[in-house]
């Protein structure tokens, strides 16, 4: 029953995403746009030579195959061109310009219940201090964070996608660790009474599971 808007700018990924939105064809929309905190109405998007690693800077895994000139938004003007007033979920997934992205949410209008955004220490945008300082933003929005760190076991620069969590640190800094950092975070807002006891349940069912 949900809808789904998807922003994507890379024209490289348009016809696998509409060919798997084809099934959903009243509650799924492709726009082809960047999000950033530019202000323009175009920025510059590096075309990685392996999919998957393409953003608005050059990636740590992969070389620039094309830089293109894309149409550019942020999240507080899309809502109010598409007439958005509530989100369940925001997912932000944009190659190390994440928090920027973010940042260009308007919270004071619409309090997303869960926002999931990626992150790596290995860009140059998200050091250890930007990741803790985005935390207590966003701590300032009314939100709590759990955070899943995780190890690379495959190579990124060759699209493998093989990884496994190390770490479960929760409404906590990032703390330093020997090696890049990356993972995922799950905002959540601090009165969502359901959030942290389904978490806790999806857990101990998972430790259930790999321990004797």
Known sequence: ?????????????????????????QQA?????????????????????THGLSGLGESPFAATAATLSV??????RFC????????DLLKIDAEGFDFDVLQTHDFEAIQPRLVLVEYGTHFARQTQEVINSELLR?????????????????????????????????????????????????FYRRDDAAFPGTLRALLADCAAQVLP
Do not use: K
């Open 1 to 25: 029953g949900w809808t789904a808007d998807l922003l994507e700018p890379d024209p490289a990924a348009h016809a696998v995403l509409q060919r798997e939105m084809s099934r959903w064809p």
């Open 29 to 49: 929309r492709l726009h082809a746009l960047a999000v950033s905190n530019s202000g323009s109405d175009t920025v510059s998007f590096q075309q990685a030579g």
């Open 71 to 76: 149409a550019n938004t942020t999240l507080q």
């Open 80 to 87: 109010l061109q598409q007439g958005i007033a509530r989100l």
């Open 138 to 186: 966003m701590a300032d929005h009314g939100y709590a964070a759990v955070i899943f760190n995780c190890t690379q076991d495959g190579d990124f620069a060759r699209g493998q996608w093989i990884y496994r969590t190390t770490h479960i640190i929760i409404d906590a800094p990032l703390p330093a660790l020997d090696v890049a950092a990356f993972g995922n975070i799950i």
